[in-house]
């Protein structure tokens, strides 16, 4: 039974995406027979439709509305700057070689501007720019991947015919964006552009022009956490719920230790011990050798890469905490455990923790053992053998 929260919830989407049909241009793709011209049958589209429901933390009756916003993806006019980065955000994305609905969705996004994609370049391409902020004010989603350094007044970064700075450009396009999205940990936080000793003073967007984002961690992040903001977006107006970090809480809102498939040979104290050993043969708990999966919140055991084939540590090596501030600093060496890190409100160290569940299962195994010998007998006093044995 839905309550009513959820119902009003539902009629404010509706509201919001006949308004978005009405106000932003025509669908430049027809979503669904591109669905069919690229092999996703109507029951995966389905299956696609139920999962993106649950995972942004809404019930069943929304379904038809994701549906919807999914159908509306290509309206949505979208600037993505590029700044201190590798450009691997935008490489995770385009890489795909079984499209899934995801995948197809991003083929269909109204891309007005996109240094590494788009056909135009010099004042051709700074025209599209201008352009989109000109014609779509308060309506287009600016995304950003890369750092902005700030060393040198940001003379570190120059770009496009007019020689403008990283700051200079963040700023005239996100003060006309309806929201920004900062793609990586690089746009997030600075990611390895500011890591020791960072010469450039690369640092995030937020902090580099003084606004508030929508942070879709990772190095590089998932597609579906990319999608699944802008679906958000598309039917209510605004971006989902975030959490402390400016994070989409349906994406970040647990760790990656909660839901790893290696999960209980941790609760059982069974770790790899080095590279190549008969715990790392048998898919044991990667944390002694550098897992750092207890301090990091994300997704990825749910998701996966590749097609949703695999992850980091199904594959065999540890999380590198990417989806967390500094990463690339804080979570050093990769291959070692965090022994002074705190786990669970800072009562013990994950390691301890380990130990401490390997004890309590040992001595939970005795006690059941003693209650058993209790029901099906009873114990003699003098050498603690039991008599009288029931059946099992």
């Avoid at 006019?77 to 969705?105: K, M, Q």
């Avoid at 715990?279 to 990667?286: D, E, N, T």
Wanted: proline fraction near 6%; glycine fraction near 10%.
């Amino acid at each position: 039974m839905v309550g009513k929260h959820y119902r009003r919830l539902l009629e404010q989407c509706k509201i919001r995406m006949d308004r978005f049909e009405k106000e932003y241009p025509a669908p430049r793709e027809d979503f669904q027979a591109l669905l069919k011209e690229r092999g996703v049958s109507r029951r995966d589209f389905l299956k696609w439709t139920s999962f993106m429901t649950a995972a942004l933390m809404l019930p069943p009756i929304f379904k038809p509305m994701v549906t919807r916003a999914a159908e509306n993806f290509s309206r949505l006019p979208v600037v993505w700057l590029h700044f201190a980065e590798c450009t691997g955000c935008s490489e995770a994305f385009l890489r795909s070689s079984y499209p899934n609905v995801d995948d197809i969705l991003l083929e269909t996004i109204s891309l007005e501007y996109h240094e590494t994609i788009m056909a135009a370049a010099g004042d051709q391409a700074e025209k599209c720019l201008e352009d989109c902020i000109h014609h779509f004010p308060g309506k287009y989603v600016c995304v950003i991947e890369g750092a902005i350094p700030q060393g040198l007044n940001g003379q570190f970064m120059r770009l496009g015919p007019k020689g403008e700075t990283g700051v200079q450009i963040g700023k005239k396009v996100t003060s006309k964006a309806a929201a920004t999205i900062c793609i990586g940990s690089c746009a997030i936080w600075g990611g390895i552009p500011s890591a020791r000793p960072n010469p450039t003073d690369a640092v995030g967007v937020s902090k580099a022009l003084g606004i508030s984002t929508v942070n879709i961690a990772g190095c590089p992040p998932n597609t579906v956490n990319f999608t699944g903001t802008l679906l958000y977006f598309i039917m209510f107006g605004a971006m989902p719920p975030l959490d402390g970090q400016g994070r989409p809480i349906w994406a970040y809102g647990k760790r990656v230790h909660d839901f790893c498939e290696r999960r209980p040979h941790y609760d059982a104290g069974e770790f790899v011990e080095q590279w190549g050993d008969e715990g790392a043969r048998r898919g044991w708990c990667l944390y002694k050798v550098g897992c750092k999966g207890p301090y990091t919140f994300a997704n990825c055991p749910h998701l996966r890469f590749n097609d949703h084939i695999s992850w980091p540590v199904m594959a065999g090596h540890g999380c590198i905490g990417c989806t967390e501030s500094g990463f690339w600093d804080t979570m050093a060496p990769y291959e070692k455990p965090i022994h002074e890190a705190t786990f669970g409100g800072g009562e013990r160290t994950v390691d301890k923790i380990g130990t401490v569940l390997t004890v309590a299962t040992v001595a939970g195994v005795a006690a059941h053992g003693v209650l058993s010998a209790m029901r099906h007998g009873r114990t003699d006093k003098k050498d603690g053998t039991t008599t009288g044995a029931g059946k099992e």
